[in-house]
């Protein structure tokens, strides 16, 4: 099992970037495949990118060349790096676990662990 806390949602303006950590606990970290979503009021959580052990990183059409993860495994952490933000980026942004790496990775249905969230608002 891996408990996940996320940080560093904040306002920011149009075009800044900014880097969300999800810091994990638990054992065997670098065995679970990490994901990023993200969910505004009245509309399903929206997958913006995956990661595995570093091999590949799929990302959502959305976020696509603006968004970056990166894990440090001997941080139990992994990071969104969002560039060139817009204001339909605001949103809560959460990350997830699963050990199952074979699923579907762009399904939230597919993660087994969550975190909280963090608040991220883009004010044009």
């Known amino acids: 099992q891996v408990h996940l806390v996320e940080s560093g949602g904040r306002l920011v303006q149009t075009g800044d970037s900014l880097r969300v950590s999800c810091a994990g606990s638990?054992?065997?970290?670098?065995?679970?495949?990490l994901g990023w979503f993200r969910q505004v009021p009245g509309k399903e959580r929206e997958f913006l990118g995956a990661?595995?052990?570093?091999?590949?990183?799929l990302y959502g059409d959305s976020v696509k060349g603006r968004f970056t993860i990166f894990r440090d495994n001997a941080k139990n952490t992994v990071y969104l790096q969002m560039n060139s933000l817009r204001s339909e980026d605001t949103a809560v942004y959460y990350c997830?676990?699963?050990?199952?790496?074979?699923?579907?990775?762009?399904?939230?249905?597919?993660?087994?662990?969550w975190g909280q969230g963090t608040q991220v608002t883009v004010s044009s």
């Open positions: 638990g054992p065997s970290f670098a065995s679970y495949a």
């Open positions: 997830a676990a699963t050990v199952y790496i074979a699923r579907d990775l762009n399904l939230h249905q597919s993660y087994d662990y």
């Open positions: 990661d595995w052990n570093g091999a590949r990183a």
